[in-house]
């Protein structure tokens, strides 16, 4: 977790999670999102105040998990790489918001 305020918000809607309990508390595992969304000040996010906040957040998350050992560095940069997936998809300029590149279909979550 980082203390510090990313300016960016990322509200992931998803139909399933899971409580890992660990030594000092509880990780939740969240199920792939049936839709994404990315806010800064309130507003829909764009693509590159997500990649301005990842690029403020990335460095320090990976320092962390360093300390912990070379699975959770190799952990975390996979989970970064599945949620690139889901940034908002680029605009006729990078300053533009524009909707997540990935929703499931209602047909899908009907299945």
């Given at each position: 977790?980082?203390?510090h305020n990313?300016?960016?918000?990322?509200?992931?809607?998803?139909?399933?999670?899971?409580?890992?309990?660990?030594?000092?508390?509880?990780?939740?595992?969240?199920?792939?999102?049936?839709?994404?969304?990315?806010?800064?000040?309130?507003?829909?996010?764009?693509?590159?105040?997500?990649?301005?906040?990842?690029?403020?957040?990335?460095?320090?998350?990976?320092?962390?998990?360093?300390?912990?050992?070379?699975?959770?560095v190799q952990?975390?940069?996979?989970?970064?790489?599945?949620?690139?997936?889901?940034?908002?998809?680029?605009?006729?300029?990078?300053?533009?918001?524009?909707?997540?590149?990935k929703r499931?279909?209602?047909?899908?979550?009907?299945?």
């Amino acid at each position: 977790m980082l203390l510090h305020n990313p300016g960016v918000a990322c509200v992931w809607i998803t139909r399933e999670f899971r409580l890992m309990p660990v030594d000092d508390g509880l990780l939740f595992h969240i199920g792939d999102p049936i839709d994404v969304r990315w806010l800064c000040q309130g507003k829909p996010a764009t693509r590159g105040e997500v990649i301005h906040a990842m690029d403020k957040g990335l460095p320090i998350l990976i320092d962390i998990a360093k300390e912990e050992s070379e699975e959770a560095v190799q952990a975390l940069l996979q989970a970064v790489n599945r949620m690139r997936q889901y940034l908002p998809v680029a605009g006729a300029k990078d300053d533009e918001p524009g909707p997540t590149r990935k929703r499931h279909s209602q047909r899908a979550d009907a299945a």
